[in-house]
């Protein structure tokens, strides 16, 4: 049966397809998501796709750090996505301008975020920037008191987002989703360096309590206001904090549910007494360990299902958290067969990974994080077609 025919199959609208499936029950097919600051398309791979597809749209950066294209309506219409999302803004009198800068005989692109924390792009590599200065490298517990760390509540992050979503609900059809946020672990080690949190973790927690508690503020009051605006319309939230590598967690269970959980739930607790939207949470990796806790603090979803990682199979994801989790990812292998595999073989992935996640709902369909630049736009046709055509109940 063509695409074009299934579409006749279809009893739901996208939202109600959407919330179906976070709802743990069977949808009339898979939902399939595209779009989002971790279920999104480089810049590379989008214009590349959008020549093959023969859409005409220059690429919007809508994300600069990850180098992420805004995706345009006419392609996410080809590929069925159910999902449209909304962000917050930056906070009034804040210049996010990228600027050209040459350090050691090399040009960078540079951006300094609300945080103080600068992000470098080198002028011949483009493909995504890495932090490239940590304010609070040398601070002390007191220095972070005096630290000026932005408002979270400043109102020009939320000018305008209400009509927005409001426009997504009266006149499309889509679940709407917002943007990235609750960033509070990750937001401490970009402002103090990586290396340099770990070793804070085991020898001087207080600091890295009064770290987390400024970046918990801030996040308090940016839900806070984020919630006065669209709380009543927005359909799923989406909260991240990598928790896990490749091989398991990044640091000691113990020290997340001693220092970071507890404040994570503080802020899903208050977010889930102001909105009935389904909370989602990214963190890449081997997070089999954390699962259970995500649950406890009121996550509905885990993304990206990193299924390539250490004990995350699909199969033994869904038999253990399929009744109490939804799956929002692990479409393919985007390290191994993704990029280099023929488009009959993601066919082949795609389907065998719908048989596994589909059976009673409770998952979304999306490739493992981001579609990565030199990605060929055949597999990413495939990938998505694959997902509607298989996606059928």
Known sequence: MSLDALVQQETMTPRQRVLAALDHKRPDRVPIDLGGNQTG??????????????????????DAVQQLARPCEELLQRFRV?????????????????????????????????FGVRWSMPDDQPLYMDV??????????????????????????????????????????YAVVSGISGVIYETCWYMRGLEAWY???????????????????????????????????????????????QDGPLFRPALYRHLVKPRQKRLTQYIRSRTKAKLWYHTCGAC??????????????????????????????KSRFGREMVLWGGAIDAQHVLPVAAPDEIRRHVRRHLEVFKPGGGYVFNNVHNIQAGVPPENIVALYDAAYEFGFY
């Open 41 to 62: 398309i480089h810049k590379f791979a989008y214009q590349a796709l959008v020549k093959h597809l023969g859409i005409g749209d220059d690429v919007r950066i809508m």
């Open 288 to 317: 089999t360990e954390y699962i259970p806790d995500l649950a406890d603090i009121g996550i509905d979803a885990l993304n990206p299902v990193q299924i390539s990682a250490a004990g995350m199979d699909p199969a033994g994801l």
């Open 82 to 114: 159910d999902t449209r999302y909304i962000a917050a803004g930056a906070a009034d009198g804040f210049d996010g301008a990228i600027q050209v800068n040459e350090r050691k005989g090399r040009v960078w692109h540079d951006l300094v975020d609300e």
């Open 132 to 173: 490239s200065h940590h304010p609070l490298a040398d601070a002390t517990v007191q220095d972070i008191e005096s630290y000026p760390f932005p408002r979270g509540d400043n109102p020009g992050r939320f000018r305008g987002l209400r009509a927005e979503a409001l426009r997504l609900r009266r006149e499309t059809p």
């Open 199 to 245: 070793v804070d973790l085991l020898a001087q927690p207080e600091f890295c309590e009064a770290l987390l508690d400024r970046v918990l503020q801030f996040w308090l009051d940016w839900f806070r206001a984020f919630l006065d605006e669209v709380g009543d319309l927005v359909d799923v939230i989406m909260l991240g904090d990598d928790l896990a590598g």
